[in-house]
Every structure is written in C-alpha cells, then in structure tokens.
C-alpha cells in the first residue's frame, strides 16, 4: 500500500510540460539520443525530487493503536467524575478503529488491570459498574504505580503505538508519578 503525507506537492508536476518545452527548443547540438537521454534523466529527476516532497511512502502494515486508560478511583475522586471520566473513555473508544485496542486500569492506592488489552471490536462499552467490586485501597493514590503498570502491558505483535489516558484529579499521595 502506498501512503502520501502531503499531496500539495504534486502541482510541482506543471514543471514537466516547462522541462518539454525547454527540450524542444534547446539550441544545443547533439546527437538526437543524446538529448533524449537528457531529457529522461531530467524528467526522472524531477519526478523524484516530487514524489519525495509529497512524502510517498510504502506501508506494509496497518498500524495499530493501543490505548491504556488509566481511572482515579481513589476517595479523593467523587464518584460522579468517576462516571463521566467513564462517558469521556467511551467516546475515545468510540473513535478507535476496528482493529485497535484499549486496556482498563483503575487505581487509588495500588493499580488493578480491569479490563484487559485486547482489540475494540471484542469489549463491549464501558459502563459505571465495572467500578462495584473492586478491592482497591480508595484511601490513596499511587499514580506512579498505575503508570508503571500501564507502561509493563505488552502492545502486541504487529507495529503498534501506545498511548496512555489519565484521567485522576492528579492529588498523588504514594510514589512519585513526575
């Protein structure tokens, strides 16, 4: 598959029908190989010189984003901001492709995997009762440790890119996140 990053350079190709033009009226004495040698390597050259300002560029591999939310459950966080820092992951996953993953860690004193890495399409939207039963410590928050955590989940196999998403009131009593 062929990618372009910026396709603006392509109106640079106007210069071709100039570089025919020239050609054609070339008050060189030559052989007449001689200057359609000249005149392909020209037209190489600038075709090049295009094709790499547009940023062509062959991609084997669809990348594939993987995203670590990471949600202050501790005492410090009232539970409603708790509800909407669920509503604000889901309209992120929403905006994730098929193919991309995410992972769920709640924290407060020590970090807790919730959710598992694996792609979008196989977990289901994320609702306020995956915050009932957990054995967090809610009197702390570690956000050292829940960054640690999220940094050791493996991102899988393929060319991926991770991301992490906090989303705590940043009051940190354990560890040092900075």
Do not use: Y
């Not at 020209?42 to 062959?58: H, P």
């Not at 966080?77 to 820092?85: D, I, M, N, R, T």
């Not at 939207?125 to 440790?145: K, M, Q, V």
């Amino acid at each position: 598959m062929l990618q372009i990053s910026t396709p603006f350079f392509f109106l640079l190709l106007g210069l071709i029908p100039i570089l025919l033009i020239i050609n054609r009226h070339t008050r060189v004495e030559a052989a007449q190989w001689r200057r359609w040698v000249t005149l392909l390597l020209r037209l190489s050259a600038v075709t090049c010189l295009i094709l790499a300002l547009a940023g062509l560029q062959r991609k084997d591999r669809e990348d594939i984003l993987s995203v670590v939310f990471l949600l202050d459950v501790s005492d410090s966080v009232p539970l409603a901001q708790q509800a909407e820092g669920i509503e604000r992951m889901n309209r992120a996953v929403d905006a994730l492709k098929p193919t991309d993953e995410f992972s769920l860690i709640l924290f407060g004193g020590q970090a807790l995997v919730r959710l598992p890495m694996r792609p979008k399409v196989e977990q289901s939207h994320l609702t306020p009762d995956i915050l009932s039963d957990l054995a967090i410590d809610r009197e702390g928050t570690n956000l050292a440790g829940a960054i640690q955590l999220a940094m050791s989940l493996p991102a899988g196999g393929q060319a991926r890119q991770k991301r992490l998403v906090l989303l705590s009131d940043g009051l940190q009593n354990m560890g040092e996140a900075s």
